[in-house]
T-cell receptor, first 115, second 115 residues
Framework: GAGVSQSPRYKVAKRGQDVALRCDPISGHVSLFWYQQALGQGPEFLTY????????KSGLPSDRFFAERPEGSVSTLKIQRTQQEDSAVYLC?????????????FGPGTRLTVT | AQSVTQLGSHVSVSEGALVLLRCNYS??????LFWYVQYPNQGLQLLLK??????LVKGINGFEAEFKKSETSFHLTKPSAHMSDAAEYFC????FGGGGNKLTFGTGTQLKVEL
């Protein structure tokens, strides 16, 4: 079946531009997570949705970062006035509760390069 | 709060040799622990997970890990390395299994397999 998809896969933005990154979770998955992975580092949590509700945004690094999931399915991560330090791979993951524990399924990521 | 430490950012083994990737965790509550693998330009794939059932966990591709509470460790092993195992491996911890709770990742271990 279809996994988590993300678009675009690669994005180059000039410093100061706004970008929007899209995540299509696995159908029926109520939980959706965004992570940021800097070069040579492990992914770091940004934000979490349960259906359309954003329950945790403690990892968003600044108010330039904004995420939404208006219909409880597709999510968009928006970065305003991009800076060079925003260059990273942005990973989306979705999950559904199971008796054995909640496994997160990851998409391929969007590699953002800010020049 | 949870954290993970992966000892050794790069590990090199010969094909057919034992693979041992180290992970130590810190958690204020009983942890759920995960190992993920990441191939170049791809998302994270779950290898195995510990969810407070059996302490020895078997995963995909011949990998296994043992949860040792006394040592706060969750090391990943494979008896015989294969060339296709070359990838980056991440250990991660969460408080409640990862469905409604974020994953905290280590910085990763790059595994190289040599002929």
């Amino acid at each position: 079946g279809a996994g988590v998809s993300q678009s675009p896969r690669y994005k180059v933005a000039k410093r100061g531009q706004d970008v929007a990154l899209r995540c299509d979770p696995i159908s029926g998955h109520v939980s959706l997570f965004w992570y940021q992975q800097a070069l040579g580092q492990g992914p770091e949590f940004l934000t979490y949705f349960q259906n359309e509700a954003q329950l945790d945004k403690s990892g968003l690094p600044s108010d330039r970062f904004f995420a939404e999931r208006p219909e409880g399915s597709v999510s968009t991560l928006k970065i305003q006035r991009t800076q060079q330090e925003d260059s990273a791979v942005y990973l989306c993951a979705s999950s559904a509760p199971t008796r054995q524990g909640h496994e997160q399924y990851f998409g391929p990521g969007t590699r953002l390069t800010v020049t | 709060a949870q954290s993970v430490t992966q000892l050794g950012s790069h590990v090199s083994v010969s094909e057919g040799a034992l693979v041992l990737l180290r992970c130590n965790y810190s958690s204020s509550v009983p942890p759920y622990l995960f190992w993920y693998v990441q191939y170049p330009n791809q998302g994270l794939q779950l290898l195995l997970k510990y969810t407070s059932a059996a302490t020895l966990v078997k995963g995909i591709n011949g990998f296994e890990a043992e949860f040792k509470k006394s040592e706060t460790s969750f090391h990943l092993t494979k008896p015989s390395a294969h060339m296709s195992d070359a990838a980056e491996y991440f250990c991660a911890v969460s408080a409640f299994g990862g469905g409604g709770n974020k994953l905290t990742f280590g910085t990763g271990t790059q595994l190289k397999v040599e002929l």
